[in-house]
C-alpha cells in the first residue's frame, strides 16, 4: 500500500526567502514521486519527478526535491521565493506497473512581499 | 497543443440529474483518469483506463460510470447526481502507467 502526507497545509514566506514543503511517503516497492503545482482555476502541472537514478531531482521555475530513502521524504525546495510561486503544491507517489496515483492533501503556498 | 480537453467546465444540477462530463487528449497517450478534488482532501481517483477497451475502479467509484469511447476520449457520467458529489472534477492522461500525468483544466461542479 501506499500514501502521502504533506505536512503544513498552508506555508508562508517572504519574497526571496528559501521555500521548503515537505513530503513523507509510505510504499511497499520502490516509489515513483512527484510533485505537481496546480495555480487557481487551473489543472495541475507536473514540477518534478524521481524515478529511479539520482536522488537529487531538478524540476522547472528552480525547484528542486530530494529522495531520502532512510527518511521516507521527499521536500520540495527553493532557494529563493518569487511572487510567481504563490500557488498550490502536490506530492505524489505511485510506482511501477501501477496506474494508481496516491496524491496528498495539498500545501497552499503564500509569498509575501 | 490542446493536451487534455474537458466540458463542460461549469455545470450546476439538482438533486436526481443526470450529466456527463467528456474528456479528449491529443498526445495519443494510452492511459486516461478521472479525478475529484475537494478541499483538504487532495485528489482521488474516480476511475481510469490503461487502455483503451478497459476501465478500472478507483478509490471513490460510487455514483459514477466511465466510458473509454476510443483512445482518445474518457467520459465520465453521474446517472443520478446527489449533493456529496459537488466537486471539480479532473481528468488526465498518461504515455502510460505511474508515467507523469497531463491535466485538463478541470470541471466545476455544482449539485444543489
Known amino acids: 500500500a501506499q500514501s502521502v502526507t504533506q505536512l503544513g497545509s498552508h506555508v508562508s514566506v517572504s519574497e526571496g526567502a528559501l521555500v521548503l514543503l515537505r513530503c513523507n511517503y509510505s510504499s511497499s516497492v520502490p516509489p515513483y514521486l512527484f510533485w505537481y503545482v496546480q495555480y487557481p482555476n487551473q489543472g495541475l502541472q507536473l514540477l518534478l519527478k524521481?524515478?529511479?537514478?539520482?536522488?537529487l531531482v531538478k524540476g522547472i521555475n528552480g525547484f528542486e526535491a530530494e529522495f531520502k530513502k532512510s527518511e521516507t521524504s521527499f521536500h520540495l525546495t527553493k532557494p529563493s521565493a518569487h511572487m510567481s510561486d504563490a500557488a498550490e503544491y502536490f506530492c505524489a507517489v505511485s510506482a511501477s506497473g501501477t496506474y494508481k496515483y496516491i496524491f496528498g492533501t495539498g500545501t497552499r503556498l503564500k509569498v509575501l512581499a | 497543443n490542446a493536451g487534455v480537453t474537458q466540458t463542460p467546465k461549469f455545470q450546476v444540477l439538482k438533486t436526481g440529474q443526470s450529466m456527463t462530463l467528456q474528456c479528449a487528449q491529443d498526445m495519443n497517450h494510452n492511459s486516461m483518469y478521472w479525478y475529484r478534488q475537494d478541499p483538504g482532501m487532495g485528489l482521488r481517483l474516480i476511475y481510469y483506463s490503461a487502455s483503451e477497451g478497459t476501465t478500472d475502479k478507483g478509490e471513490v467509484p460510487n455514483g459514477y460510470n466511465v466510458s473509454r469511447l476510443n483512445k482518445r476520449e474518457f467520459s465520465l457520467r453521474l446517472e443520478s447526481a446527489a449533493p456529496s458529489q459537488t466537486s471539480v472534477y479532473f481528468c488526465a492522461s498518461s504515455e502510460n502507467g505511474a508515467n507523469v500525468l497531463t491535466f485538463g483544466a478541470g470541471s466545476r461542479l455544482t449539485v444543489l
Open positions: 524521481y524515478t529511479t537514478g539520482a536522488t
